[in-house]
T-cell receptor, first 113, second 111 residues
Framework: DTAVSQTPKYLVTQMGNDKSIKCEQN?????MYWYKQDSKKFLKIMFS???????INETVPNRFSPKSPDKAHLNLHINSLELGDSAVYFC????????????FGPGTRLTVT | GENVEQHPSTLSVQEGDSAVIKCTYS??????FPWYKQELGKGPQLIID?????GEKKDQRIAVTLNKTAKHFSLHITETQPEDSAVYFC??????????FGTGTSLTVIP
Protein backbone atom coordinates (compact mmCIF):
# COMPACT_ATOMS: atom_id res chain seq x y z
CA ASP A 1 0.00 0.00 0.00
CA THR A 2 1.22 3.47 -0.90
CA ALA A 3 1.88 5.47 2.27
CA VAL A 4 1.60 8.95 0.75
CA SER A 5 -0.10 9.32 -2.60
CA GLN A 6 -0.61 12.32 -4.85
CA THR A 7 -2.80 12.91 -7.87
CA PRO A 8 -2.26 13.76 -10.59
CA LYS A 9 1.33 12.78 -11.29
CA TYR A 10 1.53 15.23 -14.19
CA LEU A 11 -0.46 18.42 -14.69
CA VAL A 12 -0.16 20.66 -17.72
CA THR A 13 -2.25 23.80 -17.77
CA GLN A 14 -2.35 27.36 -19.06
CA MET A 15 -1.56 30.58 -17.29
CA GLY A 16 -4.47 32.03 -15.39
CA ASN A 17 -6.15 28.70 -14.69
CA ASP A 18 -6.99 27.34 -11.24
CA LYS A 19 -5.89 23.83 -10.36
CA SER A 20 -5.73 21.45 -7.43
CA ILE A 21 -3.37 18.67 -6.41
CA LYS A 22 -4.63 16.02 -4.05
CA CYS A 23 -2.66 14.27 -1.31
CA GLU A 24 -3.63 11.37 0.89
CA GLN A 25 -1.67 9.54 3.59
CA ASN A 26 -2.65 6.23 5.13
CA UNK A 27 -0.04 6.32 7.90
CA UNK A 28 -2.27 7.89 10.52
CA UNK A 29 0.08 10.85 10.81
CA UNK A 30 -1.01 14.10 12.41
CA UNK A 31 1.03 16.53 10.32
CA MET A 32 1.12 17.05 6.56
CA TYR A 33 3.26 19.28 4.36
CA TRP A 34 3.55 20.69 0.88
CA TYR A 35 6.92 21.34 -0.75
CA LYS A 36 7.93 22.92 -4.04
CA GLN A 37 11.00 21.65 -5.92
CA ASP A 38 12.22 23.92 -8.69
CA SER A 39 14.27 23.08 -11.75
CA LYS A 40 17.50 23.40 -9.76
CA LYS A 41 16.24 20.75 -7.32
CA PHE A 42 15.86 23.25 -4.48
CA LEU A 43 13.24 21.96 -2.04
CA LYS A 44 11.25 24.59 -0.23
CA ILE A 45 8.54 24.04 2.33
CA MET A 46 5.29 25.81 1.52
CA PHE A 47 2.97 24.72 4.31
CA SER A 48 2.86 22.49 7.31
CA UNK A 49 -0.50 21.60 8.81
CA UNK A 50 -1.96 19.58 11.61
CA UNK A 51 -5.44 19.66 13.02
CA UNK A 52 -4.47 22.56 15.23
CA UNK A 53 -2.12 24.77 13.32
CA UNK A 54 -1.32 25.91 9.82
CA UNK A 55 2.18 27.25 9.32
CA ILE A 56 2.63 29.12 6.08
CA ASN A 57 6.00 29.94 4.60
CA GLU A 58 5.88 33.72 4.31
CA THR A 59 7.28 33.61 0.78
CA VAL A 60 4.36 31.59 -0.59
CA PRO A 61 1.93 33.73 -2.64
CA ASN A 62 -1.63 33.77 -1.35
CA ARG A 63 -2.70 32.20 -4.66
CA PHE A 64 -1.66 28.96 -3.01
CA SER A 65 -3.92 27.54 -0.33
CA PRO A 66 -3.98 24.20 1.47
CA LYS A 67 -7.30 22.57 2.23
CA SER A 68 -7.71 19.63 4.57
CA PRO A 69 -11.08 17.84 4.46
CA ASP A 70 -9.85 15.40 7.09
CA LYS A 71 -6.71 14.28 8.88
CA ALA A 72 -5.59 12.00 6.04
CA HIS A 73 -5.86 14.54 3.24
CA LEU A 74 -4.19 17.84 2.46
CA ASN A 75 -4.98 19.24 -0.97
CA LEU A 76 -3.19 22.13 -2.62
CA HIS A 77 -5.23 24.71 -4.52
CA ILE A 78 -3.55 27.14 -6.84
CA ASN A 79 -5.37 30.13 -8.32
CA SER A 80 -4.37 32.21 -11.33
CA LEU A 81 -1.44 30.00 -12.29
CA GLU A 82 1.76 31.70 -13.46
CA LEU A 83 4.71 30.43 -15.47
CA GLY A 84 6.88 30.52 -12.35
CA ASP A 85 4.62 28.02 -10.65
CA SER A 86 6.01 25.29 -12.90
CA ALA A 87 7.78 22.84 -10.60
CA VAL A 88 7.43 19.49 -8.90
CA TYR A 89 5.20 19.62 -5.83
CA PHE A 90 5.64 17.08 -3.06
CA CYS A 91 3.28 16.21 -0.29
CA UNK A 92 4.66 14.69 2.91
CA UNK A 93 3.45 13.59 6.32
CA UNK A 94 4.92 12.93 9.75
CA UNK A 95 3.79 11.99 13.21
CA UNK A 96 4.54 14.64 15.78
CA UNK A 97 5.60 17.49 13.54
CA UNK A 98 8.83 18.63 11.96
CA UNK A 99 11.09 16.96 14.52
CA UNK A 100 10.28 13.52 13.14
CA UNK A 101 10.71 11.60 9.90
CA UNK A 102 8.70 12.87 6.99
CA UNK A 103 7.31 10.48 4.40
CA PHE A 104 7.09 11.95 0.92
CA GLY A 105 4.72 11.28 -1.91
CA PRO A 106 5.93 10.65 -5.46
CA GLY A 107 5.46 14.25 -6.56
CA THR A 108 3.28 16.10 -9.05
CA ARG A 109 5.00 17.75 -11.98
CA LEU A 110 3.13 20.96 -12.80
CA THR A 111 3.82 22.67 -16.11
CA VAL A 112 2.25 26.04 -16.79
CA THR A 113 2.27 27.17 -20.42
CA GLY B 1 18.65 35.01 6.88
CA GLU B 2 17.51 31.58 7.85
CA ASN B 3 18.98 28.95 5.57
CA VAL B 4 20.96 25.73 5.45
CA GLU B 5 24.08 25.78 3.31
CA GLN B 6 25.19 22.52 1.73
CA HIS B 7 28.44 21.64 -0.05
CA PRO B 8 29.41 20.41 -2.53
CA SER B 9 26.56 20.77 -5.01
CA THR B 10 27.93 17.89 -7.10
CA LEU B 11 30.21 15.05 -6.11
CA SER B 12 31.66 12.19 -8.14
CA VAL B 13 33.47 9.29 -6.51
CA GLN B 14 34.78 5.94 -7.63
CA GLU B 15 32.89 2.91 -6.43
CA GLY B 16 34.28 1.82 -3.09
CA ASP B 17 35.52 5.27 -2.12
CA SER B 18 33.99 7.46 0.59
CA ALA B 19 31.75 10.49 0.07
CA VAL B 20 31.35 13.41 2.47
CA ILE B 21 28.70 16.12 2.30
CA LYS B 22 28.72 19.09 4.67
CA CYS B 23 26.01 21.44 5.87
CA THR B 24 25.97 24.54 8.03
CA TYR B 25 22.99 26.13 9.73
CA SER B 26 22.36 29.48 11.35
CA UNK B 27 19.88 28.93 14.20
CA UNK B 28 21.77 27.91 17.34
CA UNK B 29 18.51 26.57 18.79
CA UNK B 30 18.20 23.93 16.05
CA UNK B 31 18.01 20.46 17.54
CA UNK B 32 17.11 18.05 14.74
CA PHE B 33 19.17 17.35 11.61
CA PRO B 34 17.91 14.76 9.12
CA TRP B 35 19.41 13.64 5.83
CA TYR B 36 17.24 12.68 2.88
CA LYS B 37 18.07 10.81 -0.32
CA GLN B 38 16.15 11.55 -3.49
CA GLU B 39 16.38 9.13 -6.37
CA LEU B 40 15.43 10.20 -9.85
CA GLY B 41 11.69 10.67 -10.25
CA LYS B 42 10.92 9.94 -6.61
CA GLY B 43 10.25 11.84 -3.43
CA PRO B 44 12.98 12.27 -0.79
CA GLN B 45 13.45 9.49 1.73
CA LEU B 46 15.04 9.73 5.16
CA ILE B 47 18.31 7.85 5.43
CA ILE B 48 19.64 9.00 8.79
CA ASP B 49 19.04 11.74 11.34
CA UNK B 50 20.73 13.12 14.42
CA UNK B 51 19.53 15.15 17.37
CA UNK B 52 21.48 17.80 19.19
CA UNK B 53 22.27 15.69 22.23
CA UNK B 54 24.35 13.32 20.09
CA GLY B 55 27.65 14.02 18.31
CA GLU B 56 27.71 11.10 15.93
CA LYS B 57 25.37 8.41 14.64
CA LYS B 58 26.12 5.49 12.38
CA ASP B 59 23.98 3.09 10.39
CA GLN B 60 25.98 0.54 8.41
CA ARG B 61 27.81 2.49 5.66
CA ILE B 62 26.23 5.82 6.56
CA ALA B 63 27.23 8.12 9.40
CA VAL B 64 26.38 11.64 10.44
CA THR B 65 28.44 13.92 12.67
CA LEU B 66 27.25 17.07 14.39
CA ASN B 67 29.29 19.98 15.72
CA LYS B 68 26.88 22.26 17.54
CA THR B 69 29.53 24.79 18.48
CA ALA B 70 30.46 25.34 14.87
CA LYS B 71 26.86 24.81 13.68
CA HIS B 72 27.69 22.26 11.05
CA PHE B 73 26.94 18.61 10.38
CA SER B 74 28.17 16.13 7.82
CA LEU B 75 27.06 12.97 6.05
CA HIS B 76 29.65 10.25 5.47
CA ILE B 77 29.05 7.36 3.10
CA THR B 78 31.72 4.66 3.06
CA GLU B 79 32.30 1.93 0.48
CA THR B 80 30.08 3.71 -2.00
CA GLN B 81 28.04 1.69 -4.47
CA PRO B 82 26.36 2.70 -7.75
CA GLU B 83 22.96 2.58 -6.04
CA ASP B 84 24.13 5.39 -3.76
CA SER B 85 23.94 7.73 -6.76
CA ALA B 86 21.17 10.23 -5.99
CA VAL B 87 20.58 13.75 -4.72
CA TYR B 88 21.16 14.13 -0.99
CA PHE B 89 19.59 16.84 1.13
CA CYS B 90 20.47 17.86 4.63
CA UNK B 91 17.88 19.69 6.71
CA UNK B 92 17.51 21.54 9.97
CA UNK B 93 14.54 22.39 12.12
CA UNK B 94 14.67 25.93 13.41
CA UNK B 95 12.88 27.60 16.29
CA UNK B 96 9.12 27.28 15.94
CA UNK B 97 9.37 23.98 14.07
CA UNK B 98 10.48 25.73 10.88
CA UNK B 99 11.91 23.10 8.55
CA UNK B 100 14.59 23.99 6.00
CA PHE B 101 16.29 21.79 3.43
CA GLY B 102 19.83 22.37 2.24
CA THR B 103 20.46 23.07 -1.42
CA GLY B 104 21.20 19.45 -2.31
CA THR B 105 24.22 17.43 -3.44
CA SER B 106 24.09 15.34 -6.58
CA LEU B 107 26.25 12.29 -5.88
CA THR B 108 27.47 10.10 -8.72
CA VAL B 109 29.23 6.83 -7.95
CA ILE B 110 31.30 5.68 -10.90
CA PRO B 111 31.49 1.90 -11.29
Amino acid sequence: DTAVSQTPKYLVTQMGNDKSIKCEQNLGHDTMYWYKQDSKKFLKIMFSYNNKELIINETVPNRFSPKSPDKAHLNLHINSLELGDSAVYFCASSQGGALYEQYFGPGTRLTVT
Amino acid sequence: GENVEQHPSTLSVQEGDSAVIKCTYSDSASNYFPWYKQELGKGPQLIIDIRSNVGEKKDQRIAVTLNKTAKHFSLHITETQPEDSAVYFCAAVYTGNQFYFGTGTSLTVIP
